[in-house]
């Protein structure tokens, strides 16, 4: 099987090579995928990639925190189940696939974006490369299992807007400024709460089922009906995501 795989990859190096030299950023890429194809061969799940830190996991999600420095490259790794990811700092990032070329860099992902691979085939394999100056940060939700649990959306309120409906979730966007307080609401569903941004917020519906971090990256996960308000207490606007599990 590796010596196969060995082939697919060197096969996609070369490819990359002929038709990328003098190509600016693409043949960039393509140079990079043949100077460390040795070390990037074997593909291993995604929360056992070492840039995608497993925070936290129940029946439902398994909670990464994704952090890729200036210049790095993950390794390859497979995506086996359908994601949330929440962009906590945003870079300019290049994708290849295993066995195919690498992409050229693309725009940065604009903090507070949401992004998701609900309707691509999997298991997908490939790995990520930062080409900017500053390094990315993800908090990825992996849903594990449904919640079979699909109440009426929240109403939307001036603090509150629903971003993404699909069939595996929904997410909320939750923007406070200073002193301001989000609607006391109840999520019929368990589901991740994200911080987006830098500063304080305070959650009044008691202990979470889990929570970790801080300021930009802190996480919480509720069970299904979780009755809470939220708080900014801090002197800077903050931005919330809230990911429920359908």
């Not at 290849?96 to 298991?123: H, I, M």
């Not at 200073?178 to 959650?203: K, N």
């Not at 299904?224 to 801090?234: E, F, P, W």
Request: net charge neutral.
């Amino acid at each position: 099987m590796y010596r196969h795989l060995v082939l697919a990859v060197l096969a996609g190096v070369l490819a990359a090579c002929r038709s990328h030299t003098g190509a600016g950023a693409a043949g960039d890429a393509a140079r990079r995928a043949a100077g460390d194809v040795a070390t990037s061969i074997v593909a291993v799940p995604v929360y056992r990639e070492p840039r995608h830190r497993p925070l936290y996991q129940n029946r439902y999600v398994r909670v990464l925190d994704v952090r890729v420095p200036v210049g790095d490259t993950t390794g390859y790794h497979v995506h086996a189940d359908r994601n949330v990811g929440v962009v906590i700092a945003g870079a300019r990032t290049w994708s290849q696939a295993l066995g195919d070329t690498a992409s050229p860099p693309g725009p940065a992902d604009s903090v507070g974006a949401v992004f998701e691979n609900w309707k691509r085939p999997l298991p997908y394999t490939h790995r990520v490369g930062n080409a900017d100056t500053v390094a990315f940060h993800y908090v990825v939700g992996e849903l594990l299992a449904p919640s079979a649990i699909d109440g009426a959306p929240l109403p939307e309120t001036p603090a509150t807007r629903l971003i993404t409906e699909g069939p595996l979730a929904r997410v909320y966007r939750v923007v406070l400024a200073p002193g301001a307080s989000a609607e006391v609401h109840t999520h019929a569903a368990p589901g991740l709460m994200v911080q987006v941004t830098a500063g304080a917020s305070e959650d009044d519906g008691g202990a979470p089922a889990a929570q970790g971090g801080s300021g930009a990256g802190a996480w919480r996960w509720r069970d299904a009906g979780y009755r809470h308000g939220l708080r900014n207490t801090g002197a800077a606007p903050v931005t919330l995501v809230e990911i429920d599990w359908r």
